[in-house]
């Protein structure tokens, strides 16, 4: 039998991974929309666009997982900020490696190379982003 704190432990967990879902296709749609804005308004090469997408989504995300997702009661901004783009590195990377692998080898679209890469990211950056928070 459960005591109250294992109960409530699970409870936070479940919402927990309900917000990150929640906030995480907000975060793809607008991840998306910008690279796609980049890509084909602008003529910009698709890994190019694909950074810049990522630079802007990456602090986007930053606030919603501190403040809404996880909420961390951190006063530890810098190292915060500093431990969270970090993690993301390992996901633009491996996003640019889909998408070459994609759109140059597979010839795929980019903007549909770009939606496979991003989910793949997205399940890595969760459990990147509850290391994160959860020890902070």
Same mark, same amino acid.
């Given at each position: 039998?459960?005591?109250?704190?294992?109960?409530?432990?699970?409870?936070?967990?479940?919402?927990?991974?309900?917000?990150?879902?929640?906030?995480? *296709?907000?975060?793809?749609?607008?991840?998306?929309?910008?690279?796609?804005?980049?890509?084909?308004?602008?003529?910009?090469?698709?890994?190019?666009?694909? *950074?810049?997408?990522?630079?802007?989504?990456?602090?986007?995300?930053?606030?919603?997982?501190?403040?809404?997702?996880?909420?961390?009661?951190?006063?530890?901004?810098?190292?915060?900020?500093?431990?969270?783009?970090?993690?993301?590195?390992?996901?633009?990377?491996?996003?640019?490696?889909?998408?070459?692998?994609?759109?140059? *080898?597979?010839?795929?679209?980019?903007?549909?190379?770009?939606?496979?890469?991003?989910?793949?990211?997205?399940?890595?950056?969760?459990?990147?982003?509850?290391?994160?928070?959860?020890?902070?």
């Amino acid at each position: 039998m459960e005591n109250d704190e294992q109960v409530q432990t699970k409870h936070s967990e479940t919402g927990q991974v309900g917000r990150y879902v929640v906030w995480g *296709i907000v975060t793809v749609i607008f991840n998306i929309y910008l690279f796609y804005l980049l890509y084909t308004k602008t003529n910009m090469n698709y890994q190019l666009a694909n *950074i810049i997408d990522w630079f802007f989504t990456v602090i986007f995300a930053f606030i919603v997982n501190k403040l809404f997702v996880f909420k961390s009661k951190s006063t530890a901004l810098f190292k915060e900020v500093i431990s969270f783009f970090g993690t993301r590195v390992l996901s633009l990377v491996l996003e640019l490696i889909l998408l070459w692998l994609f759109v140059s *080898i597979l010839t795929i679209n980019p903007t549909i190379s770009k939606i496979i890469g991003h989910v793949a990211a997205l399940v890595l950056n969760f459990f990147l982003s509850k290391l994160l928070f959860m020890k902070i």
